[in-house]
T-cell receptor, first 120, second 111 residues
Framework: DAGVIQSPRHEVTEMGQEVTLRCKPI?????LFWYRQTMMRGLELLIY????????DSGMPEDRFSAKMPNASFSTLKIQPSEPRDSAVYFC??????????????????FGEGSWLTVV | GIQVEQSPPDLILQEGANSTLRCNFS?????LQWFHQNPWGQLINLFY???GTKQNGRLSATTVATERYSLLYISSSQTTDSGVYFC?????????????FGGGTRVLVKP
């Protein structure tokens, strides 16, 4: 499998612009997660989906952030309008659910390579 | 929510040395994972280990669930082991897949 695929890998944008980050999870995984990593706050869970349905978005910082998962193989994280404090690495990750977990790997979470966002 | 703490925060090793990283958590968990973030930022899953012991090459991990800690052992360290090691546990007891990450242990292996 190709693993979790994210795009773009790097984005530099001006304050106020819309940013869309994309993710393709590992085929067959039914959980998808969006994390954000900063020096100050470490790795934070923003939102996660189960079978394309958002389960918990309590980590989304504010209304400027939104996430969708229109089908099992695609998700987006959108920031509109972007601000300099949104600069961070955004990771998408996927896993099997507890019910579908594989015996040896359990609920192992696999991360994409991240989208490095800089808002100037 | 469940709290997770890692120690030490930083570790400098000479190539070939062994080391132990620790992860303490505040409540019983059904899911614990160790990750390595390499200097290029990639997060690689090392172990899914809610209990017991596993080994993968020079790395091994042990989780003592009843005492709420996990250990990651690095033997015969190599420069490629440099990076940050994270452990992750569920944020709350019933949410097995909703993980929170510790602050990490930054490891530098010198040649």
């Amino acid at each position: 499998d190709a693993g979790v695929i994210q795009s773009p890998r790097h984005e530099v944008t001006e304050m106020g612009q819309e940013v869309t980050l994309r993710c393709k999870p590992i085929s067959g995984h039914d959980y998808l997660f969006w994390y954000r990593q900063t020096m100050m706050r470490g790795l934070e869970l923003l939102i996660y989906f189960n079978n394309n349905v958002p389960i918990d978005d309590s980590g989304m910082p504010e209304d400027r952030f939104s996430a969708k998962m229109p089908n099992a193989s695609f998700s987006t994280l959108k920031i509109q309008p972007s601000e300099p404090r949104d600069s961070a690495v955004y990771f998408c990750a996927s896993s099997f659910s507890w019910i579908k977990r594989q015996k040896s790997s359990g609920n192992t979470i696999y991360f994409g390579e991240g989208s490095w966002l800089t808002v100037v | 929510g469940i709290q997770v703490e890692q120690s030490p925060p930083d570790l400098i090793l000479q190539e070939g040395a062994n080391s132990t990283l620790r992860c303490n958590f505040s409540d019983s968990v059904n899911n614990l994972q160790w990750f390595h973030q390499n200097p290029w930022g990639q997060l690689i899953n090392l172990f899914y280990i809610p209990s017991g012991t596993k080994q993968n090459g020079r790395l091994s991990a042990t989780t003592v669930a009843t005492e709420r800690y996990s250990l990651l052992y690095i033997s015969s360290s190599q420069t490629t082991d440099s990076g940050v090691y994270f452990c992750a546990v569920p944020m709350i007891k019933a949410a097995g897949n909703k993980l929170t990450f510790g602050g990490g242990t930054r490891v530098l292996v010198k040649p």
